[in-house]
């Protein structure tokens, strides 16, 4: 069956994105250097690039673990299991022309649905204390959602800011002005998906209010948003949360909903939903060329030598002065040890390490073995849209491959055969080590 050449509800002049999603997006980090040290000044602790960096990584790891963690203590929805959901994760998948992610039912009282992953297979997170509250068409409004956060490329992100969808206050404040566009995002695909608006409003009154939302009087809580609004200074609570306050949530989407957009929109998803997807739609990648490799290399060698000194710096190794005083300062330490702490203290026991090209080399190493082998990318690689698979486009590499990859690579540059093929889509060690690296999605 040939595939569908619906375009893509992201890009171009009738895309989805609300206005300035982009623009809050490159703003937020444009402007991080100024929150961190904002940050810093009202904890009373100065955060460095260094400790970012480590966080950076450590939350990929920590992402990758997630669908263990999911299997191990989440319900697994299929067919047999909570069948109607994962029918209706299908058909929204299809209509977005997306692979079905993983469903999972968790117990967690404080966020009813989340999309996590930093790449296929993501993952559709239901919350145990909400999934019998909602009805098909509401589900349908909350799995559009998130579908429309996995296919914009915003779940990548805000994975790992948090791997489980609760809010942080350190993270509304940096990233908050971003996290609320891309609600509104995700709300038009929700819509577009479900296709009715009072099931729409009816999954938000829900999920912000749980059963008590079934007895709330929609109208009158919608008039909340012009009190709101007529006094300015009410608006500034949410500069400090990640998401938009419901009531505009609800105006917004009464507005898209009369936009002819909806309907541009509402015919290509109908259309979308009778095509399924075709078995290349679904293993639809390409071989990574010359500039995507070259960006996402650079992004990384960016974090480690963020993360490791630069080369040549030294880090001096010793007791503190406060702690070399109190020992000098005890009558009970012996006059040996008293001899060892005055060398200390006049500087001359210090001990000084060097990080030169090759412990950052080896440190580089390290980091892309482990982050290849567990989600098949490094953070370079999810920013360039890349990511590493076996030559079979199986999605998993495993530290087998991973391994081999990186020792192919290392001995195709000491034996010259890497630096005749930099252009190559394919390159000799990828061949060796039976890997690839592909922009795309990948289904496991």
Request: hydrophobic residues 45%; proline residues 5%; aromatic residues 10%.
């Amino acid at each position: 069956m040939q595939a569908t050449t619906t375009p893509s509800p992201f890009r171009g002049p009738e895309s989805l994105r609300v206005r300035g999603e982009r623009g809050a997006f490159w703003g937020t980090l444009a402007s991080l250097p100024i929150t961190i040290v904002v940050l810093g000044w009202i904890f009373q602790h100065q955060i460095t690039w260094q400790q970012l960096s480590l966080l950076l990584v450590v939350a990929m790891i920590y992402v990758s673990f997630a669908r263990g963690r999911l299997l191990g203590g989440g319900l697994r929805v299929h067919d047999g299991q909570f069948g109607h959901i994962y029918q209706v994760v299908r058909e929204c998948a299809q209509m977005l022309r997306l692979p079905t992610p993983h469903v999972f039912v968790r117990d967690d009282p404080f966020v009813p649905v989340v999309s996590i992953g930093t790449g296929d297979p993501y993952a559709i997170v239901i919350s145990a204390q909400y999934v019998e509250h909602f009805g098909d068409d509401e589900l349908r409004f909350l799995i559009g959602r998130e579908l429309g956060h996995i296919a914009s490329g915003n779940t990548k992100y805000t994975s790992l800011l948090s791997s489980n969808g609760r809010e942080n206050g350190v993270i509304a404040i940096a990233f908050g002005a971003w996290l609320r566009k891309i609600d509104y995002t995700a709300d038009r695909v929700g819509l577009v998906c479900c296709g009715s608006l009072d099931a729409a409003l009816r999954a938000i009154a829900v999920t912000s209010f749980h059963a008590v939302g079934r007895k709330i009087d929609l109208g009158a809580f919608a008039e909340q948003f012009k009190e709101l609004h007529d006094e300015p200074s009410l608006r500034l609570g949410e500069w400090t949360a990640s998401t938009p306050y419901a009531t505009n949530r609800i105006a917004a989407l009464h507005r898209f909903a009369r936009d002819p957009l909806y309907l541009v929109w509402a015919r290509r998803f109908a259309a979308s939903a009778q095509q399924p997807l075709a078995p290349d739609e679904q293993r639809e990648t390409v071989n990574a060329g010359f500039w995507r490799r070259a960006w996402a290399l650079g992004i990384d060698l960016l974090v480690i030598q963020t993360l490791a000194p630069a080369a040549g710096s030294l880090v001096r190794i010793g007791p503190s002065p406060s702690a070399l005083k109190a020992l000098n300062a005890d009558p009970s330490t012996p006059a040996a040890v008293k001899n060892v702490v005055t060398t200390f203290a006049n500087g001359h026991g210090t001990v000084a390490i060097g990080f030169d090209n090759a412990a950052l080399t080896l440190a580089f190493l390290l980091y892309v073995i482990v982050l290849v082998a567990l989600i098949g990318q490094t953070f370079g690689m999810m920013v360039s849209d890349v990511r590493v698979v076996g030559a079979d486009r199986s999605a998993r590499v495993g530290f087998g491959r991973a391994v081999a990859r990186y020792f192919s690579l290392f001995l195709s540059l000491i034996g010259v055969v890497g630096w005749f093929s930099l252009f190559r889509r394919v390159q000799p060690f990828e061949r060796w080590s039976r890997t690839r690296l592909v922009s795309g999605a990948v289904r496991s």
